[in-house]
């Protein structure tokens, strides 16, 4: 039986400027960097990094993620398709079964935090010349900023949804349920906006409604989780001495940002990947295993050295 709290998402593409529409998916990652940058800016003002090495910081954090997280999708999940399109891999556009502009569809956030890791080794190097791990200690504070943004970016776009459920923090995912197409071809209306909306709320497709099962909001719950996370790590680091220990939270945010994702995952529809290979958790839960002990080692290794300024 369906909850009555449960409700129906059908949210538009984005914000329609008349000549450009700015889709809240690609919003939510300018927010991210732009909040990413603020944050930093001000801990190089304490830690007294100069301002001009923020820069190089962006950009390579920009890259870094960008790439990272489509090349851990192509190699994490979709594999099997990529290597017979590689094409498609660093391009917006599908080739078969005809020619399509798809954007960057398929992002992982595991690939962009290796990704990250790899070039704040270079940058820590070269640009700061200070351990990766200080770097480290810091960049993850608004990492996790980020990641919040980027799941509700997620959820705007009805995707990484979860399973099926009857309680009351089901959703009603439309565009999940009905691809564009299928929406404008059951209902004979030739706009898949319009089509959708027609799904929504017109009476003569309640029929199609019904079929729309609710869902658990994935995204929602790991972004209020990103939340605490992003809450402890910014306490510790402004109100206690913990950031002179090199490694600590870093090694606590791999802890417990991918116990968070670890956790979701068992509401979430199955994302592809090689867990029918391995069995017993999912592709992102295994993924999640390395980071989560490598926190815990980077943990118990901080607490027992003296601090590092």
């Known amino acids: 039986m369906t909850h009555a709290l449960q409700f129906v998402w059908n949210p538009s593409h984005g914000i329609d400027l008349g000549f450009f529409t700015v889709r809240y998916y690609s919003l939510m990652f300018v927010i991210a960097f732009g909040l990413g940058w603020y944050i930093m800016k001000h801990i190089y003002e304490r830690e007294n990094i100069p301002i001009e090495k923020l820069d190089s910081l962006f950009i390579y954090t920009v890259f870094a993620t960008?790439?990272?997280?489509?090349?851990?999708?192509?190699?994490?999940?979709?594999?099997?398709?990529?290597?017979?399109?590689?094409?498609?891999?660093?391009?917006?556009?599908?080739?078969?079964?005809?020619?399509?502009?798809?954007?960057?569809?398929?992002?992982?956030?595991?690939?962009?935090?290796?990704?990250?890791?790899?070039?704040?080794?270079?940058?820590?190097?070269?640009?700061?010349?200070?351990?990766?791990?200080?770097?480290?200690?810091?960049?993850?504070?608004?990492?996790?900023?980020?990641?919040?943004?980027?799941?509700?970016?997620?959820?705007?776009?009805?995707?990484?949804?979860?399973?099926?459920?009857?309680?009351?923090?089901?959703?009603?995912?439309?565009?999940?349920?009905?691809?564009?197409?299928?929406?404008?071809?059951?209902?004979?209306?030739?706009?898949?906006?319009?089509?959708?909306?027609?799904?929504?709320?017109?009476?003569?497709?309640?029929?199609?409604?019904?079929?729309?099962?609710?869902?658990?909001p994935a995204q929602l719950y790991e972004a209020f989780g990103y939340i605490f996370v992003f809450l402890i790590l910014f306490f510790l680091y402004w109100k206690t001495n913990v950031r002179e220990k090199l490694g600590f939270l870093f090694g606590l945010f791999l802890v417990l940002l991918w116990t968070v994702r670890f956790i979701v995952e068992y509401v979430k529809e199955s994302q592809g990947g090689f867990e029918n290979e391995l069995g017993l958790f999912s592709t992102g839960q295994w993924l999640s295993i390395p980071f989560i002990i490598v926190g815990l080692i980077l943990l118990i290794r901080a607490k027992k050295q003296d601090p590092v300024a």
């Open 66 to 216: 960008l790439i990272g997280a489509r090349l851990g999708h192509v190699f994490f999940y979709d594999w099997d398709y990529f290597k017979d399109h590689k094409l498609e891999i660093l391009l917006p556009f599908r080739f078969e079964p005809h020619f399509e502009f798809t954007g960057f569809a398929g992002l992982a956030s595991h690939g962009a935090a290796i990704a990250i890791i790899l070039v704040m080794y270079y940058y820590s190097k070269k640009i700061i010349h200070k351990p990766i791990l200080w770097i480290l200690d810091r960049i993850i504070i608004p990492v996790t900023c980020g990641g919040i943004f980027v799941r509700l970016g997620n959820f705007f776009n009805s995707e990484i949804v979860g399973h099926e459920t009857a309680s009351s923090m089901g959703i009603r995912f439309i565009q999940d349920k009905y691809t564009p197409g299928e929406a404008m071809r059951l209902t004979n209306i030739n706009n898949a906006t319009e089509a959708y909306k027609a799904i929504e709320s017109n009476p003569q497709f309640a029929p199609l409604l019904e079929n729309v099962i609710p869902k658990h």
